[in-house]
């Protein structure tokens, strides 16, 4: 099982005093697979653009892979999220991996001047046409344009985000991964379940399956403990109390790999998590002994 760790946000990198060059520099030094950066437009918090922190991870970095948890192509202009898309994949050397998603919430949509109603189809759309943008193909866009970027690179994975039906749906037919997050194991086997029934019956190799994940490791002072953590989620996300408490992943290395490998028997190969503790540094050191302690690693 692969792992990569979210890269810390601007409240963080000012806590920690660490910037993201090297923030990814450690990520890579420790071991990790994967350095990840979210997709936020306006959402009350300060953010940076997730192109151009990806961009500083890659040129800061050599060998660890970059992802986007998850890129919202559809609230872009579709050649224009192609073009920032393929800039990533090239300055990265091939290191990208692109998780895509249609939420944000309606504010945000409303922001980019893009109807909030048009995210389904204008993400199935982006994901039928980013392949042949990105590979440097003649495509025609929705409005009849015909459009080949340059250059063409090497097609990142697209992992499609969200553990909805829908979600599952689009990655089976359109996507080559499911990139659900703050799931229990029990969903995920079940979503993993009927992401094989329709890739099947689509005619298509069933897709990797990614998992985003939240935790805070070790016992040092201000670490957050298991309760705390699930009292946020249940809170945020409307989880059940009952499946809030099992999504965090906490204690020391046996412990939070414990939990990992359970996600991995219902067939995981990546999981991508957000660390709460209170040192960054710290807790991706801890992260990597979890990595070290895990099944093979996977598939991409």
């Known amino acids: 099982m692969k792992v990569g760790v979210i890269l810390p946000s601007l409240t963080i990198q000012r806590r920690d005093s660490l910037d993201l060059a090297a923030a990814a520099r450690h990520a ?3 071991g990790l697979d994967s350095v990840w950066h979210g997709d936020h437009l306006a959402v009350g918090m300060p953010t940076v653009d997730c192109t151009i922190a990806l961009a500083v991870a890659a040129t800061a ?39 895509v998603g249609s939420g944000g919430g309606a ?3 409303a922001a980019a001047g ?18 042949g943008l990105l590979a440097g193909e003649s495509v025609t866009t929705p ?11 090497e097609v990142p994975p697209l992992w499609v985000g969200n553990a909805s039906t829908v ?4 990655a089976a037919r359109l996507g080559d991964g499911w990139f659900p997050s703050l ?60 499946d809030a408490e099992e999504l965090p992943v906490t204690g020391g290395p046996d412990e939070a790999a414990e939990r990992l490998a359970e ?10 998590i957000g660390l709460s503790g209170p040192d960054w540094r710290a807790q991706v050191d801890l992260l990597a002994e979890v990595r070290r302690r895990l099944p093979g690693p996977g598939d991409e």
């Open 28 to 30: 890579e030094d420790a």
């Open 61 to 99: 970095t050599a060998r660890i892979r970059i992802g986007a948890s998850v890129f919202i192509p559809a609230i872009r202009p579709l050649v224009w999220a192609a073009k920032q898309v393929a800039s990533l994949q090239l300055v990265s050397g091939n290191r990208l991996l692109l998780g």
């Open 107 to 109: 504010a945000q949509w």
């Open 114 to 131: 893009v109807a909030f109603r048009e995210r389904g189809p204008r993400t199935d759309t982006a994901l039928r046409l980013l392949p």
């Open 143 to 153: 409005d009849g344009s015909v459009v080949t970027l340059s250059p063409g690179v």
């Open 167 to 170: 979600a599952i749906d689009r």
């Open 183 to 242: 799931i229990t194991p029990t969903a995920l086997a079940q979503g993993r379940a009927r992401l094989g029934g329709v890739a099947v019956a689509a005619g298509r190799p069933v897709p990797t399956v990614t998992i985003g994940a939240t935790g805070a490791l070790g016992d040092a002072p201000g670490t957050p403990s298991r309760a705390e953590l699930a009292a946020g989620l249940a809170g945020a996300y409307r989880h059940t109390a009952r």
């Open 263 to 272: 996600y991995a028997a219902h067939g995981a190969n990546h999981v991508v």
